[in-house]
Every structure is written in structure tokens, then in C-alpha cells.
């Protein structure tokens, strides 16, 4: 059995694997039927917590942002601009471009004088080229959005004690932009900014919302349209909210101790066998250039990264948890 015949049959097996994958990921009919039953409840109860919960999915509903282009390459230059603005740096998409082909390049060319193998020398610098940049980026991005978590309660409670001194809100989110460091200050300074320039205050939380993606900011936004439809006192539902967000952030600190000794097993579990490869290539060269010119331990490599991208993908989701 030549290479070309090794790759085909390779090729059908990963594809036969993607349509299970497929068949067994369809919509759960049982949860859209209690969706479904759920919302005639809603519609026809007399009771004042439903009421308030339908009221509070129609606020959710009316407040989604619209579905953004996929299609286009404009809406991913897009997509990423906004990831990039979300890590709090100064990067453009220009220079992201610039510095993943460069050192996509670098690589293949450093794997290619090592290996001399063309194909696997393109194939590790388009991985290591494409995906660290989208790690680090996506490493800056957690972190500053981390950062506006813990410091976005304390942002509320001095909103509240504003409130609660007859300042109105458009001026308490100025206070709060001079007064609260770091990520939070920057994010209500552009609301401050763009209420300032003749938008509305919802207006301008909800673009702010949507370009961060985080869930307590989404609270925040859904509270005030709530706040404003129902009426109510507005510092003591903000001040309920901080409570929230804190209670919030120290389950997510819980989850993470308990889940800490799984984490470091799937680190561990996957990446031993490049260690391995490491200590072997260091240690006996020959031995382990021949991973690069066998076609058979080239395929035999390559269906091996396949089930250890199948193994990590089954690990992180089994260590990954959502509150």
C-alpha cells in the first residue's frame, strides 16, 4: 500500500468520524419541547414570578445584538479587530497578519533545514505560526477581561452610593470612569464618551457589552432596561447585582480549586509525548529523523496527533465548566 492510498483511506476515516459526529449532535428535542411548554406557561400564568421572568427573557431577547456576517472576509477582519481591541493593546490587524506569517515562515524555514521534509515544514510553521499568536492574543484577552471582573463590583457599588446621593446616572458613570482603575475605567469612559456625543444611555452600554462578551456586563445592561420597563429603585437592584457578580466570581474561584488536579493531569497527559519526541530527537537524532522521511511513521505520526487532538479536545471539555 503506496502513501497516496494510505492518506485516501486516512482521509475517509476522519470524515466517516465527522459525520457521526454530526448525526449525534442534532437539536435535543426533549429541551425545545420544554422551551416550548415553558413559554405557554409564561404567556398564560397568573403568577407574579413568571410574569417577571417573561418579562426578563423579552428584555434579553430585545437587547441580543443582530448575527453578524460569517461569510464575508470583511465581518473576520472584523471579528478579529474586535478580539484584538479586546486585549487593551494597541495591535492592529495589519501587524497580527504580518507577525503570524513571519513567523509562520521562521519556523517552516528552521523545520526544513532540520527535517528537509517540505511539507512538514510548512504544515508545523502554519500551526505554530497561526496558533501561538491566537494563544497569546487570547491569553491578553482572558486576562483583561479577568481583571474588569473583579474590579466591575466595586465599580457598581460606587455607581450605587452615587444614586443614593442624587447624582443622576449619566454623571455617576463619569465618576466611576475617573475613579475606578484599569479595564473598568477605560469601558465607561467610552460610554461616558458616546453618551456625551449624543447617544443614549442604553445605546451606549449595549455597544460596550457587545464588544466585551461578558456575561456580568450583560447583567448590568439587562438590569437597566429591566429597571427602566418596571420601575423600581434602581440602587438597590444595582447593589443586589454587585452581591450577584461577587457570589458569581467566588463560585468560579471554587470550580477552579476543585477542578485544578484534572487541569494539570490533561496538561500533563498532553504534552508527555512531545516531551518524549523532544528528549529523543535531543538524545538520539537518527533515530527520530526517520519520523520525517518513513512514510510509514509519517502516517502512523500523523493518525497519532489525530487521536491526541481527539484526547485533549475530550479533556478540556470534561475540565471545563460553565456558570
Not at 253 to 265: F, Y
Request: glycine letters at 8%.
Amino acid at each position: 500500500m503506496n502513501l497516496s492510498s494510505m492518506i485516501i483511506i486516512g482521509v475517509g476515516v476522519l470524515l466517516v468520524f465527522g459525520m457521526a459526529a454530526a448525526a449525534f449532535a442534532g437539536p435535543n428535542t426533549a429541551k425545545a419541547s420544554t422551551r416550548r411548554l415553558q413559554a405557554v406557561r409564561f404567556r398564560h400564568s397568573d403568577n407574579e414570578v413568571d410574569r417577571v421572568e417573561a418579562q426578563l427573557k423579552k428584555a434579553v431577547a430585545a437587547r441580543r445584538p443582530p448575527p453578524q456576517r460569517v461569510a464575508g472576509s470583511a465581518s473576520r477582519s472584523e471579528a478579529l479587530a474586535l478580539r484584538l481591541h479586546r486585549t487593551g493593546m494597541d495591535w492592529t490587524v495589519q501587524q497580527y497578519m504580518t507577525f503570524s506569517l513571519g513567523l509562520s515562515a521562521f519556523i517552516a524555514f528552521l523545520v526544513f533545514m532540520k527535517s528537509g521534509v517540505p511539507l512538514i515544514s510548512l504544515g508545523v510553521g502554519l500551526v505554530i505560526g497561526l496558533g501561538l499568536p491566537h494563544m497569546v492574543v487570547g491569553h491578553f484577552v482572558k486576562k483583561r477581561v479577568g481583571n474588569f471582573n473583579n474590579r466591575f463590583p466595586d465599580a457598581i457599588e460606587l455607581l450605587v452610593r452615587g444614586l443614593r446621593s442624587g447624582l443622576p446616572v449619566t454623571e455617576t458613570l463619569g465618576i466611576v470612569s475617573s475613579e475606578v482603575p484599569g479595564p473598568v475605567g477605560e469601558e465607561f469612559k467610552l460610554v461616558s464618551e458616546r453618551i456625551k456625543i449624543g447617544k443614549t444611555m442604553e445605546d451606549a452600554l449595549q455597544d460596550t457589552a457587545n464588544r466585551l462578551g461578558t456575561p456580568e456586563f450583560q447583567f448590568f445592561c439587562i438590569t437597566l432596561a429591566i429597571q427602566r420597563e418596571t420601575g423600581g429603585n434602581l440602587a438597590e437592584t444595582l447593589s443586589n447585582l454587585a452581591d450577584v457578580l461577587r457570589k458569581r466570581a467566588q463560585m468560579k474561584l471554587k470550580i477552579r480549586a476543585m477542578s485544578s488536579e484534572s487541569k494539570a493531569s490533561a496538561y500533563i497527559v498532553g504534552v508527555l509525548p512531545f516531551a518524549v519526541f523532544g528528549l529523543i530527537w535531543m538524545l538520539n537524532p537518527d533515530y527520530a529523523h526517520k519520523f520525517f522521511i518513513d512514510e510509514r511513521l509519517m502516517v502512523a505520526g500523523g493518525f497519532g496527533l489525530v487521536w491526541m487532538s481527539i484526547g485533549a479536545f475530550v479533556m478540556t471539555k470534561m475540565v471545563s465548566f460553565e456558570i
